[in-house]
């Protein structure tokens, strides 16, 4: 029961202290856009949550429905531990990702050491699909990545995204309140 109570004290002491810097903010009329929004409170609430990959998933929003994001990067984000494209299809498939939809299947010729070249599957995802995958990943054995930090990133973002639309509300309502008292 303690353990409980200390997690909400904590939860309940960061909220409001997240209210007080936003107060602040509205007091002195500060306008920031989302971004800096979200760095802020990360900075000052979060600082010990990793978010170095974020400003390659704020590229992504930039392409949202095109296929832009190579199957490697799969790897390199935790998601699966092999480059092997049939198990590439087969984590795309248990993802229930649909092919020309989510992704796209690439045949690329690459040169071989005894000449000649072969043909290498390549799959490419689009931002979402690579969202979905991230979302949905398990910590295994060998990764190099916990993507358990995405799942985590994607929470505080949506939590940074509420505060934000709340400041925003606050910000104008303000305004408006203060160019009300100036007419009269």
Do not use: W
Not at 52 to 81: A, C, D, N, R, W
């Amino acid at each position: 029961m303690i353990f409980i109570f200390n997690i909400y004290v904590c939860t309940k002491t960061a909220m409001s202290t997240q209210q007080e810097y936003i107060q602040n903010l509205i007091q002195n009329e500060t306008k920031l856009n989302l971004e800096e929004f979200f760095k802020n409170i990360h900075q000052k609430f979060y600082s010990n949550q990793d978010i170095s990959f974020m400003t390659y998933f704020l590229e992504l929003t930039t392409q949202e429905g095109e296929f832009v994001v190579h199957h490697e990067k799969l790897i390199e984000y935790g998601v699966m531990t092999t480059k092997n494209s049939a198990r590439v299809k087969d984590k795309l498939n248990a993802l229930e990702l649909v092919e020309n939809e989510d992704y796209r299947l690439e045949d690329v010729l690459q040169p071989v050491p005894q000449g000649g070249y072969s043909t290498k599957k390549v799959y490419i995802i689009t931002p979402e699909a690579f969202k979905k995958c991230l979302m949905r990943a398990q910590r295994r054995p060998r990764q190099k990545v916990d993507p358990v930090i995405y799942c985590d990133y994607y929470l505080l973002l949506e939590k940074t995204y509420k505060l934000y639309t709340d400041y925003e509300k606050q910000l104008e309502q303000n305004r408006a309140e203060r160019s009300k008292t100036r007419v009269f």
